[in-house]
């Protein structure tokens, strides 16, 4: 069964709060893109996260979280974030 981007943003949350610890002293700022429970790449901004998950991952089952000690479930992003053009 397919997964929906609800549970792919759940689930990787749910490691993001895990892995914060060992990632604040090195990445601190930087933008996670994760899939799968796996960091793919640390990004300067949100914005080049996006960009680059996309290129990666034509079915958007990915998500982002800004590396800081308050972890932000940013849920799908592009709903947090109008990147589109109108």
């Given at each position: 069964m397919p997964r929906t981007k609800q549970e792919e943003v759940d689930s990787n949350?749910?490691?993001?709060?895990?892995?914060?610890?060992k990632l604040l002293p090195v990445h601190r700022g930087k933008f996670a893109l994760?899939?799968?429970?796996?960091?793919?790449?640390?990004?300067?901004t949100a914005l080049?996260?996006?960009t680059t998950g996309s290129k990666l991952?034509?079915?958007?089952?990915?998500?982002?979280?800004?590396?800081?000690?308050?972890?932000?479930?940013?849920?799908?992003?592009?709903h947090a974030m109008h990147l589109g053009a109108d």
């Open positions: 949350f749910v490691f993001f709060q895990t892995e914060l610890p994760i899939r799968d429970r796996k960091i793919e790449g640390f990004f300067d080049d996260a996006q991952f034509a079915d958007d089952l990915f998500s982002i979280q800004e590396v800081t000690e308050d972890a932000v479930d940013l849920g799908c992003f592009s």
